[in-house]
């Protein structure tokens, strides 16, 4: 059975509250402001999107590739939309203005589980708690520790919305059912990714305290499931995939360029194909014969920008009914016009071949290791000696614990809960991912005997 457009847009808010009435903005425009005032999203101005802990101010971090790529989001969501709305697929209360908003929404939020220094930050996790901290994992089922081995920020990010933001434990942000399900790149748990059982099994998104939120979400907006703990995507969920893909194959390679690592003519080599048959194709490019290279960027960006959204809007429309069969296996870009597919590949072999590995960003990803091992070990170590005989606790540990801050840890964290350790965990997990490079390789610093004294 397929999915249908009038339940997917489901605009009542998680834990079944009926979204209030406001004037001027929808319940989904609402999700998106709720979004970016969050202190969640605020911290990504200071969480690395490619380079760590630059100090050129032109480079691109989490807040900035994420703003991006919501107004990509935005106007790739209504002209799908309005498509819809002209063939009459939509219900007559939605508008495209609705699906730019919800799509603009998940954009926004697409990144915001993710840790300090990104996906570095993501496998330094992981390969503390499978070496020098499987320690901790030990009294957890295996679907816990499944969740803490192979930590994913994918599944982080519907922690934030859903549980560790604003209401904390008690539906996080109250977003709509919409969102929350646009949002949910990859519809399955941790251990469908450890067993292999899974399209993308390197990626998950959902960890088992989150797994009711998730049954809740599916059911309010009709995904389809197809097999434990796994559900098809939502439809919107490959727009804001593919406005993902569309900035970071181009700001990438603007950072690139920023840096001195990468030059125009490579660039501009795997981007012209896109535009070659614009009318102003001439124009432009005697523009560009005027300008330094750090100012062609910006000549060519909207241009490029837009011939990717109306491939994207295109191959959308085409294969709607794949999409709400749930039968779509690959991503919205491998539907595309070939110019565009083609281009944000290349894109994406070009920035993983010379600027992932720049020697200064490899040195501080090394250091990334040790910055999140230190804060694992010390704040893992004194939740640990909190849940057991409060009078074996050190004074360090008490001292670990009044900085993180009880608050921050489930209310129903104690002996008395099956799970109490898992939870524990995660909380300790939601107060690290949480922080900025600048704030975790301080307090690694200080946790070492190696920190600034002055207050």
């Not at 040195?363 to 000696?385: F, K, M, N």
């Amino acid at each position: 059975m397929a999915m249908n457009w009038n339940q997917l847009l489901c605009a009542e808010r998680l834990g079944k509250r009926v979204a209030k009435h406001e004037e001027g903005r929808s319940p989904f425009h609402s999700d998106h402001d709720k979004i970016i005032f969050s202190g969640a999203f605020r911290r990504l101005a200071r969480k690395t999107q490619v380079h760590p802990l630059a100090t050129n101010d032109h480079i691109h971090n989490r807040m900035t590739h994420s703003l991006e790529v919501a107004c990509v989001g935005r106007t790739l969501g209504i002209r799908v939309g309005q498509a819809l709305k002209d063939a009459g697929d939509l219900p007559d209360h939605i508008w495209p203005t609705d699906i730019g908003d919800i799509v603009q929404a998940t954009c926004l939020a697409h990144d915001i589980g993710n840790p300090p220094f990104g996906h570095t930050g993501e496998d330094a996790i992981r390969s503390w708690f499978q070496k020098d901290g499987a320690v901790f994992l030990e009294d957890l089922s295996p679907e816990e520790r499944d969740d803490i081995r192979v930590f994913e920020g994918n599944a982080q990010g519907l922690r934030v919305l859903t549980t560790s933001e604003y209401h904390q434990y008690h539906e996080g942000m109250r977003l709509t059912y919409a969102t929350l399900a646009s949002s949910m790149k990859y519809p399955w748990c941790s251990t469908a990714t450890v067993l292999n059982h899974r399209p993308k099994n390197n990626k998950y998104g959902v960890f088992q305290s989150e797994l009711g939120y998730f049954h809740e979400i599916a059911a309010k907006t009709g995904l389809i499931e197809k097999g434990k703990n796994w559900y098809c995507r939502h439809p919107l969920v490959y727009l804001m995939e593919a406005a993902d893909d569309f900035c970071y194959g181009i700001i990438d390679l603007e950072d690139g360029l920023e840096m001195g690592i990468l030059n125009w003519n490579e660039i501009y080599e795997l981007l012209r194909p896109v535009i070659e048959d614009s009318p102003q194709l001439a124009d432009l490019e005697r523009t560009l014969k005027k300008v330094n290279d750090g100012r062609k960027p910006a000549l060519v960006r909207g241009k490029v920008i837009d011939a990717f959204i109306n491939a994207g809007t295109d191959a959308f429309i085409k294969h709607q009914d794949a999409f709400l069969n749930g039968s779509v296996d690959g991503d919205l870009i491998s539907l595309c016009d070939p110019k565009v597919m083609t281009a944000v590949q290349a894109a994406k072999d070009l920035a993983k071949r010379k600027i992932f590995n720049h020697a200064r960003r490899v040195e501080l990803e090394i250091g990334a290791y040790a910055v999140i091992g230190t804060l694992l070990s010390t704040i893992c170590g004194a939740v640990y000696a909190s849940l057991g005989d409060p009078k074996q606790m050190t004074y360090k540990d008490n001292r670990v614990m009044a900085l993180i801050g009880d608050n921050n840890f489930h209310p129903n964290v104690s002996k008395r809960e099956k799970n109490y350790k898992y939870l524990a965990l995660m909380a300790v997990i939601d107060f690290i991912s949480g922080m900025t490079d600048n704030y975790a390789t301080n307090l690694a610093k200080q946790f070492n005997g190696m920190g600034d004294s002055r207050y």
